[in-house]
Structure formats: structure tokens, C-alpha cells
């Protein structure tokens, strides 16, 4: 959207749903901070687009569940570490740096990941 959270962007994001195809294989979701996990974001891509798989950090599940409706089907929630298969590509999931730095800022009780796809024998972060 053109908000960063509560704060309207001074740059448009640099695409938008539309520019997404009608089928989205994976939407990544790193932590619950509002400049990562826009509601209207998520509502925009799911009326304008078929998901495959939302991979999110746990607790982001119930809330995409509550909030957005999204079938539990299609979300896969990793634990730090954990890694999961989607087609011939790997991820995995690690500690986000960011949640590392706060380690101590108890305003999110969620979990952040960072993601690492292992994508025809090539690692990308």
C-alpha cells in the first residue's frame, strides 16, 4: 500500500498488485510489524490474485486465517530453523536480524524470520 504502517510513504512501492500474475506461487511474510504485514495489502493481493502458499513465522497463521480468511491449506508456518519443500526449491527459515537487534522489545510476541531459498542448486537470501 502507500503506507508504511501508520506512516504514508514518500515513494510509491515499486510495483504493485496489479503488476503480480493472476497465480502468485509464494507470498513470503517475515514478522507482524506493520511495514511487513500490510492488511490492505493482503486483502488487495488475495482479491486480485490466487496464493498457492503464504510461508509466515509462527502466530502470522491464525492471523492471516482471522483477519484475511485465508484457508489454512495454503499457509505454512515455520519455526526458526525449520525448512520446507515447495516444488523443486527449498526454504528455510532463520532468526531475523532485525529480531535479533530487539531481542529485548516485547511489543510483537511473534517470531521474525528471515528466509533462505534454495533455488536449482543456488542459495539466495
Known sequence: ????????????????????????????????????????????????????FWVVPLGIKSWLMDKAGVPPEHIIELEWWEAVRLSKDSLSSSPEIEGLVRAFDTSSERASDDYTEIYQRRTLS
Open 1 to 52: 500500500s502507500n503506507y508504511a504502517g501508520p506512516v504514508r510513504r514518500n515513494e510509491p512501492p515499486s510495483f504493485g498488485v496489479d503488476d503480480l500474475p493472476n497465480l502468485v506461487d509464494c507470498v513470503l511474510i517475515s514478522h507482524d510489524h506493520m511495514d511487513h504485514l500490510d492488511y490492505w495489502s493482503i486483502c488487495e493481493l488475495i482479491d486480485k490474485s490466487t496464493v498457492k
